[in-house]
């Protein structure tokens, strides 16, 4: 894992570099000029959105953790979520925060198999929550056309859109499906097998079929338990809401801002949807490079030239960097001792 970690690491500097020097390259120092005119007040309210942001997703997860271990503290699934930000920051499609997750989870006592299924519920949570972000964000788009001068990214939108619902669709398929999900695994990992693919099918049948019914128990235990999904689904929009809101107060924070079409509250929430579905496509830790384009692109039509450059590299500091710092430092600290 150290090691994967150090290559991911890596990466993401050598990307980093290269995004910052596009971003820079053109306007240095006025772009360093606007960083230091900012109006810090407008910042803090930013960093507080962002804290905001780890406080709702942790009761997300705090509350489906409560099920299994009565006794879990709010102040450990803080610690937990933000530890998770680095794990999610440093690995491609913010893969690698699950089982890291589930390992912690140990660590306080709770089997992996119920970890696991911990892990399930909280993803369900936020997936819901991001659809219906998704939702809002077309419906929005389609009634103001906030964004109609750039067809190429609506299109792109629209596919990330589906593609988070095709992820609803499949975990409701995976979670209530039961006999017919056991069969197309069967008969899936027989080709894969016989395709050299798949060394040994019985024991690769064996671990995928112990998932499925994991999650299917997962799905019973939300479907009898309609108010913890209500209030996990709730808890993730609130978390996005905060995450979305950003870079309006950023924007605040640029004293000589001005433009013909204001960021508001609505365009600021519809255009960091958009851009972070963009990131989804990238398979780069932190979505690095197709963040940026996303961000300038679509809050280039309120803000231009060094003043979104300055906007974009604060916002980008505080709503992924800043994350995997503390995160980081909480994870080299823990070790099962900070509780």
């Known amino acids: 894992m150290i090691k994967n970690i150090k290559k991911n690491s890596f990466i993401l500097l050598g990307v980093t570099l290269v995004v910052l020097y596009f971003v820079l390259k053109d306007d240095f120092s006025n772009i360093v ?31 489906t953790v409560k099920q299994e271990k009565q006794d879990a503290s709010f102040k450990r699934s803080v610690i937990h979520n933000t530890i998770v930000q680095f794990f999610n920051g440093i690995t491609p499609f913010s893969t690698g925060g699950q089982p890291m997750e589930v390992y912690m989870l140990k660590q306080q006592g709770i089997r992996y198999s119920k970890g696991i299924n911990i ?10 929550a991001l ?11 389609y009634y103001f056309n906030i964004f109609e001068k750039v067809p190429l990214l609506r299109r792109l939108i629209l596919l990330g859109f589906l593609i988070n619902v095709l992820v609803i669709v499949a975990l409701l398929l995976i979670a ?66 905060f995450f979305y809101i950003i870079p309006l107060f950023l924007t605040f924070a640029i004293k000589d801002y001005s433009s013909a079409m204001p960021l508001t509250p609505m365009t600021a929430i519809v255009s960091s949807a958009y851009v972070m579905i963009i990131g989804s496509f990238v398979p780069i830790p932190g979505a690095s490079g197709g ?14 030239g060094s003043a979104l450059s300055a ?6 500091f505080i709503t992924y960097y800043l994350g995997m710092i503390i995160g980081a430092i909480l994870f080299s600290l823990d070790r099962g001792e900070v509780k």
Request: charged share 15%.
């Open 131 to 141: 659809v219906l972000y998704g939702l809002l964000a077309v419906g929005l788009n």
């Open 291 to 304: 963040i940026e384009y996303g961000f300038l692109t679509f809050f280039g039509n309120f803000i231009t």
């Open 119 to 128: 892990i399930l519920q909280v993803f369900i949570f936020y997936q819901s």
């Open 33 to 63: 000029q606007q960083l230091f005119k900012m109006n810090p007040f407008w910042i803090l309210i930013a960093l507080l959105c962002y804290v905001l942001f780890i406080i709702f997703k942790s009761l997300a997860f705090h509350i």
């Open 176 to 241: 209530f499906a039961k006999k017919l999900n056991h069969f197309f695994l069967k008969k899936g990992i027989r080709i894969l097998h016989k395709m050299k693919l798949v060394k040994d099918e019985e024991t690769t049948q064996t671990k995928w079929q112990e998932r499925i019914d994991s999650f299917h128990e997962c799905a019973m235990h939300l479907r009898k338990n309609k108010w913890l999904l209500f209030k996990g689904v709730l808890y993730q929009f609130i978390s996005l809401s």
């Open 311 to 316: 906007v974009l590299l604060i916002w980008r």
